[in-house]
């Protein structure tokens, strides 16, 4: 079972490519673990119809399916371009205006964001994700910058703009952003994903507007600024204030330059094993996909290295939004998940030390040791909160964590944590050995070669307190 069990999870995106009920239950049944709904685009009809069909589907499957809203944030761009293009040279110098609505094919373009309200005098500015460099030498007026162009190309309508050293001063919650989030907490998400993060102050403030709304979504940072990154600590500190942290590759090449992201990877990736805290790796990770129906040898690396550095989850954007394969990247991305965890061993973490003084944190990591010391067929996890799941998960066994608990919501954010299938079942005192009957009849959880009994690890606690974990049982089932 357990090596046909795909430990670290798959997070595909819902776009155009997917939009329909079948796409969606066939994405989820070919191993995603939870959709991204991505509300740069799109309009709410869609996504009521998407979230509908993501939990059906879920049902169907008979397990959780995690729903993940990413707001677009400041996601500044061009405006419209006269006949969509501009070709420029190096030592041109062009204002954007954000007062400017219609370009008539000069050297005034339009912009979706007040610049001159952020940025200073010699700071850089990248255009077309990246392929347009300039840099501000004037602040023409209150609504306007003059930046000098740094190297020959062209423009198009709408293409992203990155500012890598402008200081946004918290500033990365749009009016659009705010009405979303209305939205997505009368949706009940189970996680938020914030763009553009630049400390963990910007953290705190949309947990606030979340409790306003009734909200308990997790937060998902997304690391894709140059501001975020800059020291060591302040990349601790985003971390341990947030429930999990994305890995936005795109961005982050674009604004601290390419060379930069392994290393910030894997970086994120022992900082929220050693929290405790989710980590998803994201962009261009099947990428040549989106019209090939097989991956590149580097993508089938990337993604494997992902899983070997211990991630929790990979996602796809592109290829499932937008692709012309999307069902063939989420098998191919899973194909190389089991090959991955059943040839090589996850690398070792450093736990928080501050964690690890926690009853239930310590009788959890002695229940994945001993899993693996007995040569277990599962873990079965009786949780409330998720938190003892949560741990379980931060010591990487190599075999399956079945979580139970009679809370919809903890199995939904339990979805996309590494090893854990989360199932939701009526509280009893045996509701874990329980569930671990059915599956084992049902074929889903199988006991050894030339066994007939599952061996099981079973952690729970009373349901009366939280964080009550305070027991360990072996059972044969």
Request: charged share 25%.
């Amino acid at each position: 079972m357990s090596k046909l069990f795909k430990r670290t999870k798959i997070l595909a995106t819902i776009g155009p490519a997917t939009m329909s009920e079948e796409a969606v239950t066939n994405l989820i049944m070919a191993g995603v673990n939870g959709c991204r709904l991505n509300f740069s685009h799109g309009n709410y009809q869609e996504r009521d119809e998407q979230i509908a069909w993501i939990r059906k589907a879920a049902e169907q499957k008979g397990r959780s399916v995690a729903i993940v809203q990413d707001l677009q944030g400041p996601k500044i761009r061009l405006g419209e371009l006269k006949d969509n293009r501009l070709d420029v040279k190096t030592g041109d110098e062009l204002i954007l205006d954000s007062e400017i609505k219609e370009h008539d094919g000069g050297k005034f373009l339009p912009v979706q964001y007040n610049l001159a309200e952020r940025m200073k005098i010699g700071e850089p500015l990248y255009m077309f994700d990246g392929k347009i460099r300039s840099t501000v030498v004037e602040i023409t007026s209150k609504t306007a910058i003059k930046v000098r162009i740094e190297n020959d190309g062209f423009l198009m309508s709408k293409k992203g703009l990155n500012l890598p050293d402008t200081d946004l001063k918290g500033d990365i919650l749009t009016e659009k952003d705010m009405a979303d989030i209305e939205f997505g907490a009368s949706r009940d998400f189970d996680y938020v994903a914030l763009s553009f993060v630049q400390s963990s102050s910007d953290i705190d403030k949309l947990r606030q507007i979340l409790l306003s709304h009734g909200s308990t979504a997790q937060i998902i940072a997304k690391i894709e600024t140059k501001r975020a990154i800059e020291t060591d600590a302040s990349l601790e500190s985003i971390v341990k204030a947030t429930d999990g942290i994305m890995i936005a590759r795109g961005d982050m090449a674009v604004e601290a330059g390419a060379e930069v992201v392994p290393i910030v990877q894997r970086k994120l990736i022992a900082l929220c094993r050693k929290h405790g805290k989710l980590c998803i790796v994201a962009t261009q990770m099947m990428g040549s996909m989106v019209d090939n129906p097989e991956p590149s040898r580097a993508e089938v690396s990337d993604v494997a290295n992902a899983v070997i550095q211990g991630a929790d989850a990979v996602m796809l954007s592109d290829e499932t939004a937008n692709g012309k394969y999307p069902l063939e990247a989420v098998k191919a991305m899973k194909k190389v998940i089991l090959y991955t965890q059943n040839h090589s061993t996850i690398a070792p973490s450093e736990p928080d030390p501050a964690l690890s003084v926690e009853r239930y944190s310590a009788i959890s990591s002695a229940a994945a040791r001993l899993s693996e010391k007995i040569d277990a067929d599962v873990i079965v996890c009786q949780t409330a909160s998720g938190a003892t799941a949560e741990v379980l998960a931060t010591q990487r066994p190599n075999l399956p964590i079945i979580s139970v608990t009679s809370n919809p919501r903890v199995a939904g954010q339990l979805a996309l944590t590494y090893a854990n299938a989360a199932f939701v079942r009526p509280f009893s005192e045996d509701y874990g050995i329980d569930l671990a009957r059915e599956l084992k009849a049902s074929g889903y959880l199988k006991p050894k070669a030339g066994a007939t009994d599952l061996l099981a690890v079973v952690v729970s606690g009373v349901s009366d307190r939280a964080h009550g974990t305070d027991t360990i049982k072996i059972r044969y089932i």
